[in-house]
């Protein structure tokens, strides 16, 4: 096993990592944000009202971008386990 073999692993598991968690922390920083933004605005000062608009907001993107987030994961997944027996046969 060579450092290029290796750093193409890391390379792609981050690259996984962020087309995974990106659009989940995304959805959960603007639709807090909107919810800051109304707090300010009207002057209510609850910390409990972001929750739900947030788990809203997530709930939506998980649903949407759930089958591609499986793929994604998926066929890294092969082509990890696929990698691991290539160098486990050599």
Known sequence: MNDAIV????HDSMLVILKLGGPILCSGLFAGLIISFVQAITQ?????????????AIGLVLM???PY?????????????D???????S
Do not use: D, H
């Open 7 to 10: 750093a193409q692993m890391i």
């Open 44 to 56: 209510i000062n609850e910390a409990t009202l972001a929750f739900l608009p947030k788990i809203g």
């Open 64 to 66: 949407l971008l759930g």
């Open 69 to 81: 987030m499986v793929e994604t994961l998926s066929s890294f997944s092969i082509r990890l386990f």
């Open 83 to 89: 990698q691991i027996v290539a160098i486990g046969g």
